[in-house]
């Protein structure tokens, strides 16, 4: 079964940088899919951070493209976001999840499967000082 | 603001059914397949339908999905207590290169 489960610290300052990692078990990140961050405010919906894929494809959430970034560490099987200058807004339970299709031949514009299929439980980061 | 639009709220009576509506465009729904996610509360999101209309295994039946042209609809037959939780539609956009979400709706069973 695969499992995935984040950790990192539950608060941050503003202006600072937000560090996540998802550890992967049960599954190799190097085997074909792609692994992805969400996050969801308090009371909110969901809002897809970015994903990468084992060989250097990564796509960012345009809105969030300038302060992100997503790494896979294939010697731990983990991979990790970091997000730079912080605000309140940031504050979110923020979740890493694997996608399995290729985001890739979709943004080319091939009709492919692509869904997020297993998540972890989930951390909540709240930035404050 | 998102790019699918969900009615923020259902409700229906046990055993009744229910429909749950996303709309789109053609650069998301209109040509890439749509799955949906149940929320519990205090949980993670859970894969309900992927490619418009398959279930993963251990999902019941009673969850099914459809696509027709740039709208995507959940539909829950049989409803039952456990069943009030947030659903959420999400889809790949290729105008944004990004994947989205819609806004969530709250199912609640009267």
Not at chain 1, 27 to 32: K, V
Not at chain 2, 49 to 52: G, K, T, V
């Given at each position: 079964q695969v499992q995935l489960q984040e950790s990192g610290p539950g608060l941050v300052k503003p202006s600072e940088t937000l560090s996540l990692t998802c550890a992967v078990s049960g599954?190799?990140?190097?085997?074909?899919c792609f692994w992805g961050w969400i996050r969801q405010p308090p009371g909110k919906g969901l809002e897809w951070i970015g994903s990468s894929y084992h060989g250097g494809i990564t796509y960012y959430n345009p809105s969030l493209k300038s302060r992100v970034t997503i790494s896979l560490d294939t010697s731990k099987n983990q991979f990790s976001l970091t997000l730079s200058s912080v605000t309140a807004a940031d504050t979110a339970v923020y979740y890493c999840a694997r996608l399995v299709g290729h985001l890739d031949w979709v943004f080319s514009g091939v009709v492919a499967t692509t869904y997020f299929d297993f998540w972890g439980r989930g951390t909540l980061v709240t930035v404050s000082s | 603001q998102s790019v699918l639009t969900q009615p923020p709220s259902v409700s229906a009576a046990p055993g009744q059914k229910v429909t749950i509506s996303c709309s789109g465009s053609s650069s998301n729904i209109g040509n890439n397949y749509v799955s949906w996610f149940q929320q519990l509360p205090g949980t993670a999101p859970k894969l309900l339908?992927?490619?418009?209309n398959k279930r993963p295994s251990?999902?019941?039946?009673?969850f099914s999905g459809s696509k027709s042209g740039t709208s995507a609809t959940l539909d829950i037959t049989g409803?039952?207590?456990?069943?009030e939780a947030d659903y959420y539609c999400g889809t790949c956009d290729n105008s944004l290169s990004a994947v989205v979400f819609g806004g969530g709706t709250k199912l609640t069973v009267l």
């Open positions: 599954y190799s990140i190097t085997s074909g | 339908i992927y490619d418009n251990g999902i019941p039946d009673r409803l039952q207590t456990g069943d």
